[in-house]
């Protein structure tokens, strides 16, 4: 059973994004103009996205991915592309359909032809879901840096229990400037606060991982930093060893 912080987490992080802020993510995903500091996070956004996708093979015909986490589906859109049969999953029903909203016609299910088989199936509910099978690849692009960092870790080995060849994820590496704007988001009324970004030594992060029992036949590969403005955050890729 997930421990209490995790679930009282989970739906915080499902009122923000499915109420609070679906039309700020909205059109933070977009093309449509924004103020320097989204931009910014904008920016480091598709960076972000490049490193994960640049992780995986050219080639993703015959495979099977889960985009934990998959927001507006950008991601889960290049990897079907790739011929990958992706299902994007997303604690936020008003953004899965924002997701399928945009969804380019050749992958919509049944074109998948145009594509090397490749199609998303978009999905809203928990990330955690043993019903949603097995997978070639997991990606969690900042998905997990709300979670208190014990709980991100037991989400890691929950899902490298249904990934078969590698785990790539994302964390919110701990340093002065975030710690900062931590602190001064808990100046602003409750109501108006995102659900705060949890901080972690990558140190830190990397002794809890090799203690996880689950994870004893995995191991880190490659890991990059992107920093844009107010975006902050660090790739990590686990392989099955």
């Known amino acids: 059973m997930a421990p209490l912080s995790y679930l009282q987490r989970r739906g915080e992080i499902e009122t923000y994004f499915d109420r609070t802020a679906a039309q700020a993510w909205a059109r933070l995903t977009s093309d ?20 994960l996708l640049g992780w995986l093979p050219a080639d993703l015909r015959g495979t099977r991915l889960l985009d934990a986490g998959c927001g507006t589906g950008a991601l889960a859109v290049e990897a079907a592309r790739r011929g990958a049969r992706v299902v994007a999953i ?5 953004l899965v359909e924002l997701a399928r909203q945009r969804q380019p016609a ?39 840096i709300h979670y208190r960092t014990p709980d991100a870790v037991r989400v890691l080995a929950g899902l490298a229990q249904r990934a078969d060849r590698a785990l790539l994820f994302t964390f919110a590496p701990s340093n002065p400037a975030l710690i900062l704007f931590r602190a001064a988001g808990r100046l602003f009324p409750r109501g108006n606060r995102a659900p705060w970004i949890e901080p972690v030594a990558e140190k830190s992060l990397h002794r809890l991982l090799a203690a996880e029992p689950t994870l004893a036949h995995w191991q880190r590969g490659r890991t990059r930093r992107v920093a844009s403005g107010f975006y902050t955050s660090q790739a990590l890729e686990m392989v099955r060893a």
Not at 32 to 51: F, H, K, L, Q, Y
Not at 90 to 94: A, E, I
Request: proline letters at 5%; aromatic letters at 4%.
């Open 90 to 94: 997303d604690l936020s029903p008003t």
């Open 32 to 51: 449509a103009p924004v103020g320097r500091i989204r931009a910014s996070v904008r920016a480091g956004r598709d960076r972000m996205r490049e490193t």
């Open 106 to 144: 050749e992958l919509v299910h049944g074109a998948g032809h145009a594509t090397g088989g490749g199609h998303v199936d978009f999905r809203a509910g928990d990330m955690l879901d043993p019903a949603l099978g097995r997978f070639d690849y997991i990606v969690g692009m900042d998905s997990l």
